[in-house]
């Protein structure tokens, strides 16, 4: 049996309910009141604590707020199958501001974006694993389990605008010093 502790926090995308394991979060879900979380987390003792979670909270509000692209808080996929943690250990290779497709993901990784697709589409660990990140084939936004606002909302706080033919970086580029 595992030790999980959970807290429900509110956010600029709203309540969120964020559980951890002593590996790491292990869940966010953008809907608390819905217990989806109940089966991904069944057969584990589950508690309410507030300061166990404070950190990833922390991160999670710094995130939204703009000022934190990467995120520190260690992750636990154990929850998830393998094949569903060899994606989204994957997944999370995609860096903050940067899109990437379910047909690319699924190339790096020698898969179907089919099921590559389905992985992402049952990613326990939304935001902190950037699912959001990816897009259709076709640039459209594709799906979300957080809803499609709340992926234009997290898209937007990395600086991705929605424009005809798909989605674009609106941050200045860098330029190389020589």
């Avoid at 166990?52 to 995120?71: N, R």
């Avoid at 699924?106 to 990816?134: D, K, L």
């Avoid at 706080?157 to 970086?169: A, C, H, Q, T």
Wanted: proline share 5%; charged share 20%; aromatic share 8%.
């Amino acid at each position: 049996m595992r030790d999980v502790t959970y807290c429900l926090a509110g956010t600029a995308l709203g309540d969120l309910f964020v559980a951890s394991t002593e590996q790491g979060v292990c869940t966010v879900d953008f809907e608390p009141n819905s217990l989806n979380w109940i089966d991904h987390l069944a057969g584990s003792t589950i508690r309410k604590n507030q300061q166990a979670v404070k950190p990833i909270v922390d991160e999670i509000q710094s995130y939204l707020a703009g000022e934190l692209q990467t995120f520190t808080c260690d992750v636990d996929l154990t929850f998830a199958t393998a094949y569903a943690q060899r994606v989204l250990h994957e997944l999370r290779k995609v860096p903050f501001g940067e899109v990437t497709s379910y047909g690319q993901l699924a190339r790096r990784i020698g898969s179907s974006p089919r099921a590559v697709g389905g992985a992402v589409g049952r990613n326990p660990i939304p935001i902190i694993v950037p699912c959001h990140r990816v897009l259709a084939g076709d640039g459209s936004l594709g799906g979300f389990s957080g809803g499609l606002d709340r992926k234009r909302a997290l898209l937007a706080i990395e600086g991705r605008v929605d424009l005809p033919g798909g989605w674009f970086s609106a941050r200045a580029p860098e330029v190389a010093q020589v």
